[in-house]
């Protein structure tokens, strides 16, 4: 059982330390469809959807759960959050997407 352990955790090692030698071979070209899908959802349809379901709680959370009009104001801010922290993330540090 220790032998099985010895080569499962060399090999875990290996593959670990193999990682950083191939990290920066692409220029992160590799996630650039990735961050368009996302960006596509945040600023499309779910993101607006998502939005006014934050809305929509925050509203009956504040004047009918007890809350107060502070958990409104928290749902405006986390709606308006959604678009525009990938403006955010995007202009981080000259990011070029």
Do not use: D, H, R
Not at 3 to 19: E, M, R
Not at 31 to 50: D, H, N, R
Not at 58 to 81: C, D, E, N, R, T
């Amino acid at each position: 059982m220790a032998k099985v352990k010895a080569a499962y955790y060399s090999a875990l090692v290996a593959l670990l330390l193999s990682l950083p030698s191939m990290a920066s071979t692409s220029n992160g070209a590799e996630f650039q469809t990735l961050w368009t899908k996302m960006l596509s959802y945040v600023t499309g349809l779910p993101g607006i959807m998502a939005a006014l379901a934050i809305l929509v709680v925050s509203l009956y959370m504040a004047f009918f759960g007890g809350k107060g009009p502070l958990v409104f104001f928290g749902g405006i801010i986390a709606a308006a959050a959604i678009f525009v922290i990938p403006n955010i993330v995007t202009g981080m540090g000259g990011a070029t997407f």
